[in-house]
């Protein structure tokens, strides 16, 4: 298995948050990304101007965006899964260690902040959405890893205003707002809205003249690992009967998704809602361990079970082609 370590939705209810008009500039430009093979490129790219995002995102912003969860909806809606289990788990197991950081240090209990894990913010389609994502260790130390539909449409444009406050509660951001400079997802996702590779990376610039894994830490990431692993997940749902200003957490044993068998993506026993699409998935039972998944979907608005896609050697090159930046 491939891991790298450091420190250390859904498609669930819909939120009846007001939904604001795109107001920033912003722009983002999409581009491919080189691969790390010699085959067809699986990653997608897009840059994103930085200037004036972090003061976009107002305390009022953030309370009023709307749970990303509806973005997985609309691709589950499509039918975007077209590949075969044996077609995604593949590729060496890669593990990769991380980096502790300089910071307050994590809190790991159920409602207790954690450093590295956060909200993320971001515009699509003139609409502003929350959900949420985790500091990973990266070459660049600065990266953050989140649910591809949160980022991209799948298929369709990129986000822009995408800022990670990390250690978010209620409505305080501890260590700043992190303003993302290129955003990474799989082309899997990004043309066809294919929910086993609803995974994405955010670079963020630096703050204060300090990277984000010097501030707050990051997790070591694992590829490639084996099935039905015990896991904790971590996310700030906002949908009700939650209010997405703290953070929650899901454990248990993952199995397969047998409402739509044949698939990769795997559940757990958890009851998160909208607005914890993107949170990280961690082996074993803390905020400590290697980050193996996302907060991706789960089935009707009081689901007891949270999938996520499995982290193959696609969602792995997303990853490497974020960690060059």
């Excluded at 305390?59 to 589950?76: C, H, N, T, Y």
């Excluded at 913010?121 to 649910?147: D, H, P, Q, R």
């Amino acid at each position: 298995m491939t891991r790298t370590k450091t420190l250390a939705t859904s498609l669930l209810g819909l939120s009846a948050a007001a939904l604001f008009a795109f107001t920033s500039a912003g722009g983002a430009s999409a581009t491919s990304a080189s691969p790390d093979t010699k085959e067809v490129p699986q990653t997608v790219s897009a840059t994103l101007q930085t200037s004036g995002v972090a003061d976009y995102w107002t305390p009022e912003r953030m309370r009023s965006a709307i749970p990303g969860d509806v973005l997985a909806q609309k691709a589950l809606e499509r039918g975007g899964r077209t590949t075969s289990r044996a077609d995604v788990v593949q590729g060496l197991a890669t593990k990769i260690a991380g980096k502790a950081g300089k910071g307050k240090p994590s809190l790991h209990t159920d409602e207790a902040p954690v450093s590295h894990i956060g909200k993320v913010f971001f515009t699509l389609g003139g609409a502003n959405y929350v959900c949420s994502g985790n500091s990973v260790t990266s070459a660049n130390e600065s990266t953050v890893s989140t649910a591809g539909h949160c980022l991209n449409e799948g298929p369709g444009a990129f986000a822009t205003n995408f800022v990670f406050v990390p250690a978010y509660l209620n409505g305080a951001a501890p260590y700043g707002k992190w303003t993302a400079r290129a955003l990474y997802t799989t082309t899997q996702w990004s043309s066809g809205g294919d929910i086993q590779y609803d995974t994405g990376f955010a670079v963020v610039s630096p703050l204060n003249g300090q990277t984000l894994a010097d501030t707050v830490g990051a997790s070591g990431v694992e590829f490639n690992a084996a099935r039905g692993l015990t896991y904790k997940a971590f996310g700030y749902p906002a949908a009700s009967p939650f209010d997405g200003q703290s953070l929650k957490a899901c454990s248990g044993t993952a199995v397969n998704d047998t409402i739509n068998p044949g698939g990769t993506t795997q559940g757990i026993p958890c009851d998160m809602t909208g607005g914890s699409s993107g949170g990280p998935w961690f082996i074993g039972t803390g905020s400590g361990g290697y980050q193996n998944s996302i907060n991706s979907y789960g089935y009707g608005s009081r689901s007891t079970t949270m999938y996520g896609p499995y982290w193959g050697s696609v969602i792995q090159q997303a990853y490497n082609n974020a960690s060059a930046n």
